[in-house]
């Protein structure tokens, strides 16, 4: 080591008890020997640790504790330090001395590497089931020294040992290699505290360099007024006084702080650096910043990046206004943290599509554990509703006039403007309006203008209904009609079919005289099953369907349906079990009908059932219309027979009267089930 040259052979550390409160953890001890394999080297240790109750070996407390590893002064015993043990230990920490290099010519590298060697046997002696310290050892470790060994644990926290959390030096003698030096390696936090009234390594000669050529950003420079080389000791290192006192003869040294002065400033920055470091404790590291500022006693310095302990300060981004739908990006500052958004999300920058005004909070967390949060409101206006108005269907040559809403400007596929347009296609085609509100976010609708041979497309339909069929005739009956049963207008708007068309006769006297019942037509498209366009019409006693208005004798006109386009057909009636084609039919087919009177016509198996004659009809019995013959139609069955007469659901075989022969009608059909497809 280098010594002042009026004392070339002293060096020393102190480290006083300060009268703190009652601490939570006892003291206990425990003396070892760690052999160190890669430089075949013993290392004798003291160790003092966080216990429940005070003695030699006993259990450590519960929980785990960072570790000190602690580097003695020159010619001073580890027990000249009890005062840093009596002060750390009760606040959690784990400190170890080594009580190597005790003689008049220590070997400083060896110092340095006992130091950094003991941090990494005190973390395997958290993972060694045999040891005391088994899971009680805290991932953070810090090398610290007086004097020579404040030297030597420069020198340990210069090897990269990534076990190193923070380095703190007191008084630190420059060392053989150099500890100034050897600073330039250092990457981790340091405190460098030293005292101005330091005889033994001054200042200027010692800390101060060494403390500038630290590399970490993250580093402080304590000097306490007043403070002297031996009193950073509980005072009873003799050697290191008496080496002291020569030494300070010459240079006008003084005047000194008390010991308990001295000990008190130490303290006061000490602690609340490794809380910061080893506990990530961010009020106090807090502490830290307000003793610089704040107290007394003492200079400091440190570097212009100062350190990243402190708590960050979160940035949110400014706040943000987007329509509704909009993808926003979000990004926090400061960089090289971690983030938690109140969205679950991490990462410094997010997306997100809030679908209301949303408040988005990160919480930022630095390296060591503190966290600060910010917030960016991410105002949502309503994106317009849309609505370029109802589909409709014109007959070629005709103009449709489309009208849409929901906005203040309106801008069309076809390049025209405002809200109300008029055109004239060719053949079928879709109209696309992008509406803007006055918030300037946009929407869209499109409209569909189908172009139909004028006149409409017939669907053409043959079929027998079971409880109307009669096999000496091969015709069905018109019971309905010739009783005045039958409605003048179509049946089907109320519930489970709620169809509003406007078919109807006008009067009974323009049924046509073989008029059997009204039944209900779908057009449904082929691809997705949708219903495309449904029509009422008159089912004859010899099973064809026509329109009511009798114009279409072969079959019901359709106005919605594309011309020469295939699509599935659905039969209903209303007690009996609804029927699809088997396959989509082109249309018109007047000339082609589908004869759902033939086996295999219907979409499925078993849909239609034999009438007689190699004729085939819908099954009777689905009084409710539900696609499937069950105890609910003999209760609706049940309800009609007593009330005996009329229009009613519960007359299978059409008479206008509901009796046994209807309920005959119903039960040997009870069971069967309608496709999936076309259940309402």
């Known amino acids: 080591m280098k010594l002042n040259a009026a004392f070339s052979f002293v060096?020393?550390?102190?480290?006083?008890?300060?009268?703190?409160?009652?601490?939570?953890?006892?003291i206990g001890t425990k003396s070892a020997t760690f052999f160190d394999a890669a430089r075949n080297r013993n290392i004798g240790v003291q160790i003092r640790y966080p216990a429940n109750s005070a003695g030699a070996d006993v259990p450590v407390a519960s929980g785990q504790f960072p570790v000190i590893v602690f580097g003695h002064?020159?010619?001073?015993?580890?027990d000249s330090y009890s005062h840093l043990w009596e002060t750390l230990v009760p606040l959690g920490y784990i400190m170890v001395f080594p009580t190597t290099e005790g003689s008049l010519s220590p070997n400083h590298g060896n110092f340095g590497g006992d130091l950094s060697f003991l941090v990494n046997t005190m973390q395997a002696e958290n993972a060694n089931a045999g040891s005391i310290f088994f899971n009680k050892v805290a991932p953070k470790s810090a090398v610290m020294g007086h004097s020579m060994g404040g030297g030597a644990a420069h020198l340990a926290a210069s090897s990269g040992n990534a076990n190193i959390t923070t380095l703190v030096s007191l008084a630190a003698a420059d060392t053989d290699p150099s500890a100034i030096n050897a600073?330039?390696?250092?990457?981790?936090?340091?405190l460098v505290i030293s005292g101005t009234e330091d005889c033994v390594t001054p200042v200027g000669d010692h800390q101060i360099p060494m403390y500038q050529n630290i590399a970490a950003n993250c580093k402080a420079y304590y000097e306490i007024t007043g403070a002297a080389h031996c009193q950073f000791t509980n005072?009873?290192?003799?050697?290191c006084y008496f080496g002291e006192g020569v030494s300070c003869l010459?240079?006008?040294?003084?005047?000194?702080?008390?010991?308990?002065?001295q000990h008190q400033k130490m303290f006061d920055a000490l602690i609340p650096w490794l809380d910061t470091y080893m506990k990530d404790n961010c009020t106090a590291w807090t502490g830290f910043q307000n003793l610089l500022a704040t107290g007394s006693g003492f200079t400091y310095q440190v570097p212009a990046t100062s350190c990243s302990?402190?708590?960050p300060v979160a940035n949110a981004g400014p706040d943000q206004t987007v329509c509704a739908g909009t993808t926003v990006t979000l990004s926090a500052a400061p960089t090289g943290a971690t983030y938690a958004w109140n969205s679950g999300q991490s990462g410094q920058t997010i997306q997100v599509t809030p679908l209301q005004t949303t408040n988005y909070k990160v919480t930022v967390s630095n390296a060591y554990g503190c966290t600060a949060s910010d917030a960016v409101l991410v105002t949502v206006n309503a994106s317009p509703a849309a609505n370029a108005g109802p589909d409709q269907i014109i007959c070629n040559g005709q103009t449709a006039n489309l009208t849409a809403s929901g906005g203040n400007s309106y801008n069309w596929s076809n390049g025209?403007?405002?809200?109300?347009?008029?055109?004239?296609?060719?053949?079928?085609?879709?109209?696309?309006?992008?509406?803007?509100?006055?918030?300037g976010c946009t929407g869209s609708d499109a409209v569909t203008v189908t172009v139909n041979p004028c006149g409409g497309l017939t669907v053409s339909v043959l079929l027998m209904l079971q409880g109307a069929y009669n096999p000496a005739t091969g015709q069905m009956n018109t019971s309905l009609l010739s009783s005045g049963a039958l409605p003048v207008t179509q049946p089907y708007q109320a519930a489970p079919w709620f169809y509003n068309g406007t078919e109807t006769v006008g009067a009974a006297q323009n049924f046509l005289p073989n008029t059997v019942d009204w039944v209900l037509l779908e057009a449904r498209d082929p691809a997705t099953g949708a219903i495309v366009e449904r029509r009422a019409g008159l089912l004859l006693s010899n099973g064809q369907v026509t329109d009511a208005d009798g114009t279409t004798p072969n079959g019901v006109k359709f106005f919605s349906l594309t011309n020469n386009s295939a699509y599935f057909i659905v039969a209903r009636h209303r007690n009996h079990l609804a029927v699809m084609s088997r396959q989509p039919e082109v249309v018109p087919n007047n000339t082609n009908p589908i004869n759902f009177t033939t086996s295999g016509a219907e979409f499925g198996s078993n849909q239609t059932v034999a009438l007689g004659n190699n004729v085939f009809g819908l099954f009777a019995g689905d009084l409710n219309a539900d696609g499937i013959i069950n105890h609910t139609d003999f209760n609706r069955y049940f309800t009609d027979y007593l009330l005996n007469t009329n229009y009613l659901p519960g007359d299978c075989n059409l008479n206008a009267i509901t009796d046994l022969n209807d309920y005959n009608q119903y039960r040997p059909n009870a069971g069967v089930i309608g496709v999936n497809e076309i259940r309402l």
């Open 250 to 261: 010459f240079g006008g040294w003084g005047p000194f702080v008390s010991l308990s002065v």
């Open 309 to 311: 302990a402190a708590t």
């Open 416 to 439: 025209l403007t405002g809200a109300s347009v008029s055109v004239t296609p060719a053949a079928t085609a879709s109209y696309t309006v992008t509406v803007t509100n006055a918030s």
């Open 73 to 78: 002064g020159f010619q001073i015993t580890y």
């Open 11 to 26: 060096l020393a550390l102190l480290f006083a008890a300060n009268s703190l409160s009652a601490q939570p953890y006892q």
């Open 183 to 190: 600073s330039s390696s250092i990457a981790v936090p340091s």
């Open 235 to 239: 005072g009873n290192a003799t050697l």
